[in-house]
């Protein structure tokens, strides 16, 4: 589903919020059923919160837009983790290599 265009725009939505979050995309992969976003941010913004505004805010906009005629986009699960001893360049690597970069 989110391919061509859906994946353009989509991938447009998730920059908007994450400037209204104040967070800083590291790397962005958009594959056909799931995404992979690594950001940075203020560590007072709960990831929980930060997924549930990138997920709702990009759900209604595609859904509205694209007349999708779901009552959801995304599901309720996600992963998130920090990046701890794994060193950015290793993380960007593997989300380029998702998105098949």
Known sequence: MLEGEVRT??????E????????EILE??????????FITGDPTLAPNKIM???KG????R???????????????????SS??????EVIEEYIDAQAGE
Do not use: C, M
């Open 9 to 14: 725009h989509l991938e447009e939505l998730i």
């Open 16 to 23: 908007e919020k994450a400037d209204e979050l104040d967070l």
């Open 28 to 37: 962005l992969a958009i594959r056909p059923d799931h995404v992979h976003l």
């Open 52 to 54: 549930q505004q990138v």
């Open 57 to 60: 805010y990009s759900s209604r």
């Open 62 to 80: 595609l859904r509205d837009e694209f007349n999708f005629g779901l009552p959801s986009l995304w599901t309720r699960s996600y992963f998130v």
């Open 83 to 88: 990046a701890g001893d794994v060193s950015s």
